[in-house]
């Protein structure tokens, strides 16, 4: 049956509030803006594609180690990095309904989308992105403090850190993941743009003759880690930045862009950041921040390719490209294709009946599987009604436990996408779903 494109996005949000996905943030009390809260199976869904970016940057390689970097920095960072000066949006406001644009996301400069009126916006003001707060109980500038707007300055500014602690040279990555804050002119579309939101970074730093091929290398890996898990291909893109676009710091940058309701968007840039970050902590810090090769005596300032990605953005995402409908026996059946290992709950173990002797062997057969997997577990309602809830949040796996398993120890094992049912002994189950729920 499919979904109409257009509707995926207030059908996603609807879900999204309704199952547990994600929740305004401060419901109670009308809602805080643009912020939201991850619900009991939204937390899975993200620490899932968190886990998923983890494995394949950080687990599966040797090239590439984690850090966990502070929130709270000291000026001097964003000095060095150029934030202070050039991490602004040019901000305009329309003099006939007081509505306020990000200049260079509006459509037409000359027409105010909220109103309608023309030649209305006021001269663009450079206005700064960042949360700027104070350490400690005196307000005054030299207790200044700011939240970090991207995560990959702790890459920078450990650079020293690592290299001398973990036996890594160049090329090799120091990765992240956390949360980072930008006091966005225009969030909005539901999680796509917060001003709280989390981050999946890494910095690789290479030697500056093969940057180019790095760069190309990460362009591919990136892309086939969403298309690994499953996202589809006529979803996704990888968009070449024109030169005029490029950052600051970029000798050239790449999107990938996920097909949203509204249209091609970024999910996640890879730019050449070149010796940029390092040269200029190096400028401010007064600390050399180089390679230096005890063995041949090559000294050198490395380059760097950042593939950075956005986690909550990411969920939401997958979440889209994963929400489908279908007519089975004449009633919508509403199910999220999520590849298994970002479905929130592997499987979901259901008794029949409440009857009391049901609920003891299905206990039995939780308590086999929740060591292995996330699970979940519901006795509540028919059968059908509560197939259908697992198939809405994504889980692959529905394990019933009727009268007969009380004769023949098996229990019903039925798959979410094709709803086919296997019969499988109690005894085989972990290694039957072991074989399917592969990492
Ligand atoms: P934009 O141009 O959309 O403001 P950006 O190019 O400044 O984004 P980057 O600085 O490259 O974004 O950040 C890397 C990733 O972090 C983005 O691709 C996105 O997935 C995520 N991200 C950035 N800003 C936000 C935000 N306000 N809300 C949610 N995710 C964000």
Known sequence: MGVNKEEIFDKVV?????????????????????????????????????????????????????????????????????????????????????????????????????????????????????????AGPVIDSAAEVYLRPETAQGMFTNFGNVLNTSRKKPPFGIAQIGKSFRNEITPGNFVFRTREFEQMEMEYFVPPAESDEWFEYWCGERMNWYLNL???????????????????????????????????????????????DLNQHAQIS?????????????????????????????????????????????????????????????????????????????????DLLQPNWMCDYDQTQAIGRRYRRQDEIGTPYCVTIDFETIEDNAVTVRERDSMSQDRISINELVDYLSSRLVS
């Open 230 to 276: 499953g996202m589809k291909t006529e979803s996704l893109r990888l968009r070449v930045h024109e030169s005029d676009e490029l950052s600051h710091y970029s000798k050239a940058t790449s999107d990938i862009e996920f097909s949203f309701p509204w249209g091609w968007d970024e999910l996640e840039g890879i730019a050449n950041r070149t010796d940029f």
């Open 14 to 134: 609807n879900l999204s509030k309704r199952r547990g996905f994600i929740f305004q943030s401060a419901e109670i009390y009308g809602g805080f803006r643009s912020t939201y809260d991850y619900g009991p199976v939204g937390v899975l869904l993200l620490r899932n594609v968190k886990e998923q970016w983890w494995r394949s940057m950080v687990q599966l390689r040797q090239d590439v180690v984690g850090l966990d970097a502070a929130i709270l920095s000291p000026p001097s960072v964003w000095e060095a990095s150029g934030h202070l000066t050039n991490f602004t949006d040019p901000l305009v406001d329309c003099r006939e309904c007081g509505s306020r644009f990000r200049e260079d996301k509006l459509e037409d400069p000359n027409t105010c989308p909220s109103c309608g009126q023309k030649s209305s916006f006021t001269e663009a003001r450079q206005f700064n992105l960042m949360f700027k707060t104070h």
């Open 286 to 366: 007064g600390n050399k921040l180089e390679y230096n090769d005890s063995g041949t005596g090559e000294r050198y300032v490395p380059h760097v390719i950042e593939p950075a990605a956005g986690a909550t953005r990411t969920a939401m995402a997958f979440l889209m490209d994963a929400y489908d409908e279908e007519e089975v026996n004449g009633e919508v059946r509403t199910v999220l294709k999520l590849d298994h290992r970002l479905s929130p709950y592997k499987v979901a173990v259901l008794p029949l009946s409440k009857k009391d002797e049901l609920i003891e062997p299905s206990k039995q057969v939780l």
